[in-house]
């Protein structure tokens, strides 16, 4: 065999392989990397309930849970579990970093399954009353009264009984149509939560349902002994916002004893992105009888 043909064969040969080896490498799968995974959190599916909801709580733990047991630590529970969960977790090191909060922990509530459309869902539980302006899924609103029950008769009683959660100091926070359902809740079953944090609510929905839910409740002579925290966003829609602005001077205009009340326009932002300040604003405030410090802090 002469030399030249054994060079042209032993080519073709190394042609052929590269080619094999390149086809197998493109075939295989790129490495797979873990994904993130918010440190202390977990997630619990609820069984489903009598009216067909299937609720899954994500949760976060302080970082001194597992070293210290003999403590017990304020819940911070949150709508839409889904969207604001991570906000809330992600906020608490750093007010706990600064000592103007104490270590708590967040209980945020959303659904189990995949692919959701959690506008749909979240419209059932989060409205007190059916919501015309909503059209054809009006029907689908309207159950803030069952979710809230589920809140108390079930959630609360599972997360105090398996978590070192202290039930003297509880905190309800939600945005936009969970801010609605913070404030219904607040006049509903006010002493159920001590805290409530209502970022951008949607006050005029149902025709401004919740003016005279208000309204009611002021005639009623009742206390409100809780301290609530209330934005707005200085660029949202200006109907929406005006909403907010006539329901915080309702507000104002009404001294209940004992209700430590605090509203911020949050300049410049937008329906969702002023729900981070309204948030770590709103945690500092409902927190403050219990943060560890006060004033300025030392500069390092």
Do not use: C
Request: proline share 7%.
């Amino acid at each position: 065999m002469k030399p030249r043909f054994l060079s042209l064969l032993l080519g073709a040969s190394l042609l052929f392989t590269g080619a094999l080896v390149a086809s197998e490498t493109a075939a295989s799968p790129a490495p797979a990397f873990a994904p993130h995974a918010i440190p202390g959190s977990q997630l619990r599916t609820l069984p489903r309930n009598a009216a067909g909801r299937q609720y899954q709580l994500h949760i976060a733990l302080p970082d001194s849970y597992a070293t210290h047991p003999e403590r017990k630590y304020p819940v911070v529970f949150v709508t839409d579990g889904y969207w604001d969960f991570t906000k809330i977790s992600a906020m608490e090191g750093s007010l706990v970093y600064d000592r103007v909060v104490p270590e708590f922990i967040t209980v945020a509530i959303g659904y189990a399954g995949e692919n959701l459309d959690y506008g749909s869902l979240r419209l059932w539980e989060l409205s007190p009353v059916v919501l015309t302006e909503f059209g054809s899924d009006a029907e689908k609103s309207g159950h803030a009264a069952e979710f809230l029950k589920t809140i108390e008769t079930e959630i609360i009683p599972l997360v105090e009984r398996e978590y070192r959660a202290d039930p003297s100091f509880r905190v309800l926070s939600g945005a936009s149509l969970g801010g609605l359902f913070t404030l219904y809740a607040m006049y509903t079953k006010p002493a159920l939560f001590n805290g409530y944090i209502a970022a951008t609510p949607a006050v005029g929905a149902g025709n401004d349902w919740l003016f005279g839910y208000e309204e009611q409740f002021a005639k009623s002579g009742q206390a409100l002994p809780v301290r609530l925290y209330a934005t707005a966003g200085g660029n949202e829609e200006p109907r929406f916002l005006g909403n907010i602005l006539r329901f915080n001077a309702q507000l104002q205009s009404r001294r209940y004893p004992g209700l430590a009340y605090e509203f911020r326009l949050i300049d410049g932002e937008r329906h969702a992105g002023m729900q981070f300040e309204s948030y770590v604003r709103g945690l500092r405030f409902v927190f403050a009888p219990r943060a560890p410090e006060s004033g300025p802090a030392l500069q390092f």
